[in-house]
């Protein structure tokens, strides 16, 4: 759990940092920052579309970051899924399954990758953050609380 919390800690942060800061920009994602995903929203019939960018950036970033810690890590995945399923259904479905390989100008990508992320998504929220992570040592105190007190109880 480890791996994948991390995985996709640094793929959510990564890419909210190019939303609201404009962070690795390129010819694949394009110049990034606020103004560039509002439009991409906008066209897309998203709005309102600023609001909605800095939304998005914003829980890309610390949803990320939430993750890789392992702090709130279900609700942080859910939170991302009902993202990257609107992303899905409202950018990518249009295209098809697969990814746009060539760079085909008019393009956009499919749905490929956006299904690898709701399933490692729907993974953490099944399965939790794992033993390395604040959720996993929070939960082992609990219950070792509750082995305490189911002892206290019987010894009474």
Not at 143 to 154: H, M, P, V, W
């Amino acid at each position: 759990m480890l791996v994948l919390r991390l995985t996709l800690a640094v793929v959510f942060v990564a890419h909210g940092s190019h939303v609201l800061f404009g962070a690795w920009p390129g010819p694949g994602q394009g110049p990034g920052g606020l103004s560039h995903e509002a439009e991409l929203y906008a066209a897309a019939g998203l709005n309102p579309a600023m609001p909605l960018a800095i939304l998005a950036g914003v829980l890309h970033l610390i949803a990320g970051v939430l993750l890789g810690v392992g702090w709130f890590a279900r609700w942080a995945a859910g939170a991302l899924v009902i993202d990257v399923g609107i992303g899905l259904w409202q950018l990518h479905l249009k295209w098809g399954f697969f990814l746009n390989y060539s760079n085909a100008p008019g393009q956009g990508h499919g749905i490929e990758y956006t299904v690898i992320l709701l399933g490692a998504l729907a993974a953490l929220i099944l399965a939790g953050a794992g033993d390395f992570s604040i959720d996993g040592v929070r939960a082992k105190g609990a219950e070792a609380r509750a082995a305490g007190r189911a002892r206290l109880r019987g010894k009474v």
